[in-house]
């Protein structure tokens, strides 16, 4: 698999999917095969390279026919007119069947994504900077230097 995003094949990337094969995104999103492959191709148009790496976390048998397992992904992508590459990473955890004597690729769940971690540290940092705004407004109301302070202003 990360032999196939280095170059950039999608079939490659999606050869052991199921046809029924479901990925959900860390916002909930949810993708079946062909939308997720067409997303792909796309994607894999715009970047220069990409350079991916899995690192297994966890595994477990459920049954004698169902693995799950647990990762973390790093993807090294280098966009056009970009001195460096960016990195992004994804914790993930893709469910696998043995059918017809061959592993198949189920599911992948993204539990969550560098992408998803930047958007809750703004969002507290956004709610912590109103809250010291309004702090600030409070305290220009009682030392008497604020203007229009208080409901009844």
Do not use: H
Not at 21 to 26: E, K, S
Not at 50 to 56: M, Y
Not at 94 to 101: A, H, I, L, Q, Y
Request: hydrophobic share 35%.
């Amino acid at each position: 698999m990360e032999e196939g995003f280095a170059r950039k094949d999608v079939a490659a990337i999606y050869g052991n999917c199921d046809p029924g094969y479901q990925f959900v995104a860390a916002d909930g999103s949810n993708a079946g095969l062909a939308e997720n492959r067409q997303a792909m191709e796309q994607s894999l148009a715009k970047v220069r390279s990409l350079d991916v790496k899995v690192e297994p976390e966890a595994g477990e048998s459920v049954g004698a026919n169902v693995y799950m397992v647990r990762y973390k992904q790093t993807l090294e992508v280098q966009l056009p007119l970009k001195p460096k590459p960016s990195t992004n990473w994804l914790l993930a955890e893709d469910t696998w069947e043995k059918k017809g004597g061959k592993w198949r690729l189920m599911s992948t769940k993204v539990v969550t994504d560098s992408a998803t971690e930047w958007k809750a540290r703004i969002e507290a940092q956004r709610k912590q900077m109103d809250a010291e705004d309004a702090v600030r407004g409070s305290r220009r109301c009682l030392n008497g230097l604020g203007y229009q302070c208080g409901p009844g202003r």
